[in-house]
């Protein structure tokens, strides 16, 4: 394998020029940029002893100028995943495809892996382009690459969209240069020979395979080339269902982690965290006692808290709970979930309700939703090795450019002697957007002098961790007879922190975006980006209004939508209800968008919409448009005393969600299993956001402190029926997957909860009201361990 | 410290560290068994569920100075040698539906499901849909349904 140069000679301009002028006569004008054909793209052979192969990262993505929205809303013709798709334009970096002595091909993706399966989805992609066996693609997870600027960030389910076609590209840049190398070998002519699992065969039974001629098909200089990739019909990898690549490892626990790293000398680290959000160490009183604990080998103070380095991450825990610590107070010190909805209330845009005529009628509704922890099982972890004038970091991190920044930034280094790691994360639901696991990590590191392996404890997170933000979302409509004339709503959260490299994205592409956008800040940007609402209601704004108190924010397995799909689609049913129509013929009356429709029937007739249903217990559905796709969720609940009484150890039950159909429009899939998957996450999330699952403000931090604390759905919660319908689609490009099922399926678990009982909830999740635990103590932050497990084995 | 004897996925080994800490980093931090995960340390989530002596148990929540020399720990790296063949049926049905996404409350979903076929077995029954509404096994990316059909999968498998 050879290393490719962070930044590969450039072509010569002019030959470039040449080569493309070569195109055959007889390409359609497609893609208009380059003068490609819409299959044709121009890769290239980088230097190298084995063969390498690259394609520019943004090959592909639709000009901005083409997407200047005539429609009514933005999202629905230039979106988030457009600007993130479109961002790097001008940095034209490059993402390369190695293949070694072994027939293997070498890819090291520029995003993160966090269970979405885009790992396997890239290797699907190569193996088609390049007519290999699965098992002879091998995907890692680049390091921080600077050069790429805005395009190394997992977001926005944004990883198939934006590296479908350069991935291609590259792939089959290397396809052609081995069946060169091959005729040359075989004495043959290229259109004699067939490419086929890794082997090239000449009709006169000759064959070499990928192995013998990765040396032959190298390059002694980076030159552009022209390819042509396989026509969707062609497919015989991408489309067909496939397991993760990674599968193997994780049911035989060989699947490494951040903390399952082996990085010499890097000592189990926690942090002893304050009582309070936010809040900071002022003095320790037992620092000496402490620091004799068995196997503590560190103690410092830090801005988080103060850090302990011990032997195991056991003597870690005994450590931090041993800490006498004076603590200065929080950023949200005596908030509580009363005093933050009165700011948010305070905060709410007027309506500006257009003149409509005397007779109409309008609907007005409100919802508000609660503070959600966004951690997932793997806490925030990091390992940092910080030496005088460089440091070394490993950590899952979705955006690793901006986190060697603020890392350099924190040690007073240059960015260039800053090495991040980017490790396969245990989940990350938006919570590894930010490096502060990495950053607090580094910090630690250079103020012991010492390698160290951080891990927050799981008390950590809900209390200290990043949150979705709370919110509310006020909705007024109005009707003449059967129209919907008119429908706003203003959306109010809590400031969501967009430090991770969205905002900047925003910044630097101000002036390409759509009419307006530009000027907008950050957040109203995003708002407009992400959201379109489905329906032909005439008149529709729908705007956001942040308020900045000082709480850890990010997204969560999206940004807005789950709430805002919430908000609307109940009063959808709302609206049915008061023009006397049913749910769904209602929906399909005034949807819009045909993929959405077809989503929607599918899931009526799979789901069996408007069957008989026992007093107590109704179907919910809803629908969303996002991610250049479609989603359709139906519902069933059971809200029966019998069941919403039932009863589980230390644990939520209420309403039981007994069926779940969901079908979605991802457009071209590349593996429908790994899209099922997400569906299927997204509608446990969904699930316990309309439900279970919040965090519980009170005087200045937060309550929940543990699992058994923060009610994410559990296999008490789930729909013992659970069916996905991929959908069939026109589209040739992918969209979206990650996140795409979540917000239908909050909305349609509220819709049904709401024919369940007769009452429409407007706040959410709907058991937020009562606490169902014993909070455990501020002080000592974190619990210790029990020590009676022995009794019960099963 | 003190010196500890136990057995770990069929080998016999001595750790020298303190009675009190618990078992789960005496496998990750000194031993290097990282299959058992972190979630929680207070036998909540679950995602370090290991076997002793047959048994699911959580190694978070046990002294390793509570550990008899005769103790058989068995972790998800030598949870394929205790049956036939390259991995074992839990495992295979595990990859025949491709459950996991992260991967990282794998290991302790697949002890716990080992152990529970082997409880229902033992009580003379067939798992039911209240079997598996017990498993207290946090899945944060939401994977349930495919771990419930894995199961049931896995259970006619061994």
Redesign the interface.
């Known amino acids: 394998m050879t290393t490719v140069p962070a930044q590969p000679a450039r072509p010569d301009p002019q030959e470039a020029e040449q080569l493309l002028a070569q195109s055959p006569p007889d390409s359609p004008p497609g893609d208009g940029r380059r003068g490609l054909s819409r299959r044709g793209f121009l890769g290239y052979v980088v230097a190298g002893t084995t063969l390498a192969v690259a394609a520019e990262l943004t090959t592909g993505a639709r000009p901005a100028a083409a997407a200047v929205p005539s429609g009514p809303q933005v999202a629905e013709v230039f979106d988030l995943g457009d600007l993130q798709t479109r961002s790097a334009l001008p940095t034209s970096q490059l993402i390369t495809i190695t293949l070694d002595g072994n027939g293997v091909a070498h890819f090291a993706i520029p995003r993160m892996e966090v269970g979405q399966g885009i790992t396997t989805a890239a290797a699907m992609l190569i193996a088609e382009e390049l007519d290999l066996p699965l098992d002879k693609v091998e995907v890692t997870l680049a390091p921080a690459r600077p050069e790429l600027v805005f395009n190394q960030l997992t977001g926005g389910s944004n990883t198939m969209e934006s590296m479908y076609t350069p991935i291609r590209v590259a792939a089959a840049v290397a396809r052609g240069r081995l069946l060169a190398a091959a005729a040359t070998l075989l004495g043959a002519q290229v259109s004699s020979l067939t490419a086929r699992s890794g082997v090239i065969t000449d009709t006169a039974g000759g064959s070499a395979t990928y192995g013998q001629l990765a040396a032959l098909a190298a390059s002694a200089q980076t030159v552009p080339v022209r390819v042509n990739l396989k026509s969707t019909s062609s497919f015989r990898v991408v489309g067909t269902p496939q397991n993760r690549v990674d599968a193997r490892d994780a049911v035989t626990g060989r699947k490494k982690f951040t903390m399952d790293l082996a990085v010499p000398d890097a000592l189990p680290t926690m942090v002893c965290r304050p009582p309070t959000l936010n809040g900071s160490a002022r003095s320790v009183q037992n620092l000496p006692a402490v620091q004799a604990m068995p196997g503590v080998t560190d103690v410092v103070v830090v801005d988080t808290g103060v850090a302990v380095r011990a032997a195991t991450f056991g003597q870690c825990i005994d450590a931090v709970r041993a800490l006498e610590v004076t603590w200065n107070p929080g950023t949200v010190a005596g908030e509580s979930d009363e005093s933050v909805l009165r700011r948010l209330k305070a905060a709410e845009l007027p309506m500006a309700v257009p003149k409509v005529p005397l007779l109409a009628r309008t609907v007005d509704l409100r919802f508000e939703f609660m503070f959600r922890s966004s951690a997932a099982l793997e806490p925030n972890c990091a390992i940092a090795d910080v030496r005088a004038g460089r440091a070394t970091v490993w950590a899952g991190l979705k955006s690793p450019i901006v986190a060697q920044r603020n890392i350099a930034d924190a040690l007073g280094l240059p960015q260039t002697s800053v090495k991040v790691n980017v490790v396969t994360g245990g989940g990350s639901f938006g919570h590894k957007l930010f490096g502060d696991a990495a950053i607090e990590a580094a910090k630690i590191s250079k103020a012991m002098g010492k390698p160290v392996k951080l891990m927050w404890h799981r008390a950590d997170e809900p209390r200290q961790g990043r949150t979705h933000p709370m919110a509310t979302s006020r909705i007024r409509a109005t009707l003449l007879g059967s129209d919907v004339l008119t429908f706003e709503q203003r959306h109010t959260s809590i400031q969501t922190d967009f430090s991770h490299g969205l905002g900047e994205r925003l910044t630097a592409m101000a002036a390409e975006l759509p009419a307006g956008l530009g000027n907008l800040g950050f957040a109203q940007s995003i708002f407009t980006l992400t959201q379109e609402l489905p329906y032909d209601f005439g008149v529709v704004t729908q705007l956001l209004n942040e308020v900045d108190m000082g709480f850890n924010t990010g997204s969560m397995r999206n940004i807005y939508s789950p709430d805002v799909a919430c908000a609307n689609e109940l009063f959808v049913d709302q609206l049915a209800k008061k023009l006397g129509k049913d749910p769904v013929a209602f929906r399909l009356e005034f949807l819009k968008n045909e993929r959405v429709k077809a989503c929607l029937r599918k899931v009526v007739e799979v789901g069996r919409w408007g069957r008989a249903m026992p007093a107590g217990t109704a179907q919910g559905i809803a629908v969303h448009s996002e991610y250049k796709g479609a989603t359709a969720v139906l519902v069933e609940i059971d809200c029966r005393p019998e069941t919403v009484n039932r009863t589980v150890r230390d644990a939520v039950t209420g309403p039981r969600v007994t069926k779940a159909v969901i079908a979605i429009d991802a457009g071209l899939v590349v593996n429908p299993r790994g899209l099922e998957a997400q569906m299927m996450g997204g509608v446990s999330d969904g699930i316990a956001l309309a439900l279970t699952s919040s965090n519980h403000l009170q005087d200045g931090h937060f309550l929940e402190a543990s699992w058994d604390n923060y009610f994410y759905t559990r296999q008490w919660n789930i729909p013992p029926t659970f069916e996905c319908i991929v959908m069939p689609s026109d589209r040739d490009l992918p969209g979206g997957a990650g996140e795409a099922g979540v917000a239908a399926s909050v909305a349609a678990t509220a819709c049904a909860y709401a024919r369940a009982t007769g009452t429409v909830p407007t706040r959410f999740p709907v058991n937020h009201g009562t606490v169902s635990f014993t909070p455990k103590t501020f002080v000592p932050p974190v619990p210790a361990s029990p020590t009676d497990g022995l009794s019960h084995t099963y | 410290?003190a010196q500890h004897t136990f057995t770990v996925n069929g080998e016999i080994v001595t750790v020298d560290?303190?009675d009190?800490?618990?078992?789960?980093?005496?496998l990750?931090?000194?031993l290097?068994?990282?299959?058992?995960?972190?979630?929680?340390?207070?036998?909540?989530?679950k995602?370090c569920t290991s076997h002793?002596n047959g048994?699911?148990?959580?190694?978070?929540?046990?002294?390793v100075g509570?550990l008899e020399a005769t103790d058989e720990v068995t972790?998800?790296?030598g949870?394929?040698a205790t049956a036939p063949g390259d991995?074992h049926p839990m495992?295979e049905a595990?990859?025949e539906r491709?459950?996991?996404?992260?991967?990282?409350?794998?290991?302790g979903q697949?002890m716990a499901a080992v152990?529970?076929v082997h409880?229902v077995r033992a009580e003379g029954r067939e798992i039911t849909?209240a079997d598996?509404?017990?498993?207290?096994?946090?899945?944060?990316?939401?994977?349930?349904?495919?771990?419930?059909e894995a199961i049931r999968d896995g259970a006619a498998r061994m």
């Open positions: 410290m560290v303190a009190d800490v618990r078992l789960l980093w005496v990750r931090d000194v290097g068994y990282t299959g058992p995960k972190y979630g929680c340390g207070i036998n909540v989530c995602a002793i048994k699911a148990f959580n190694p978070c929540s046990v002294r509570d972790t998800i790296e949870l394929a991995l495992q595990w990859l491709d459950v996991a996404q992260c991967g990282y409350c794998q290991p697949i152990a529970l409880k849909d598996l509404d017990a498993i207290r096994n946090v899945c944060r990316c939401g994977t349930y349904n495919r771990i419930r």
